[in-house]
């Protein structure tokens, strides 16, 4: 099946510092990724959709200058959370549809999560 | 959550008994899915359902949709301990990058 992985898959940073988390398809190429998300026994929430090649569309409530999302290519996006502070703190998971096929119709294959604790 | 409630919020059963776990959402879609995360993980993605089906079988797993009422249940039947995680409907719209929006989640507790 479709792989997504993850990096880091945790990460401990200082207030005031920025931190890249990457987000990479295996076996697949995506046209789209999408991040996401999820404070402790919490749904996840959609931060932004990330289209190869052009910029993100980001959710209502989520300030694009501190989450920088660019997708270089069709197997990696990253997303930057700049001058992280505690309560960005969170589990971030990132997924990505396949570039093949009714866009629709296509499931998403999610990554394993990054940890994020911001001290 | 950005689409919906799920219901229960938490559910405990016994091995072997039948889990069901409800969805309701706001908006038209074109499809609903019903995903498993494990405490700390990423997602599974367990079942599709299109706005024109209203039933969908896969292994222990039993979907319904109800369009009218904008309304999903998830039957697991025959449980197991490790089916102990959290599932959460997704829709996906027929507009605006067709994105996936998540329910809050049942949390399911399998007693063995």
């Known amino acids: 099946g479709a792989v997504v992985s993850q990096h880091p898959s945790w990460v401990i940073c200082k207030s005031g510092t920025s931190v890249k988390i990457e987000c990479r398809s295996l076996?697949?190429?995506?046209?789209?990724m999408f991040w996401y998300r999820q404070f402790p026994k919490q749904s996840l929430m959609l931060m932004a959709t990330?289209?190869?090649?052009?910029?993100?569309?980001?959710e209502q409530g989520v300030e694009k200058d501190k989450f920088l999302i660019n997708h270089a290519s069709l197997t990696l996006s990253t997303l930057t959370v700049t001058s992280a502070h505690p309560e960005d703190s969170s589990f971030y998971i990132c997924?990505?549809?396949?570039?093949?096929?009714?866009?629709?119709?296509?499931?998403?294959?999610f990554g394993p999560g990054t940890r994020l604790t911001v001290t | 959550s950005q689409q919906g409630e799920e219901d229960p919020q938490a559910l405990s059963i016994q091995e072997g008994e039948n889990a069901t776990m409800n969805c309701s959402y706001k908006?038209?879609?074109?499809?609903l899915q019903w995903y498993r995360q494990n405490s700390g993980r990423g997602l599974v993605h367990l079942i599709l359902i299109r706005s024109n089906e209203r039933e969908k079988h896969s292994g222990r797993l039993r979907v319904t949709l109800d369009t009218s009422k904008k309304s999903s249940s998830l039957l697991i039947t025959a449980s197991r301990a490790a089916d102990t995680a959290s599932y959460f409907c997704a829709t996906v719209g027929n507009t605006g990058g067709f994105k996936t929006i998540f329910g809050a989640g049942t949390r399911l507790f399998v007693k063995a």
């Open positions: 908006t038209s879609i074109n499809n």
């Open positions: 997924s990505a549809r396949s570039a093949s096929g009714s866009e629709v119709l296509k499931v998403q294959y």
């Open positions: 990330s289209n190869e090649g052009s910029k993100a569309t980001y």
């Open positions: 076996d697949f190429q995506a046209t789209t």
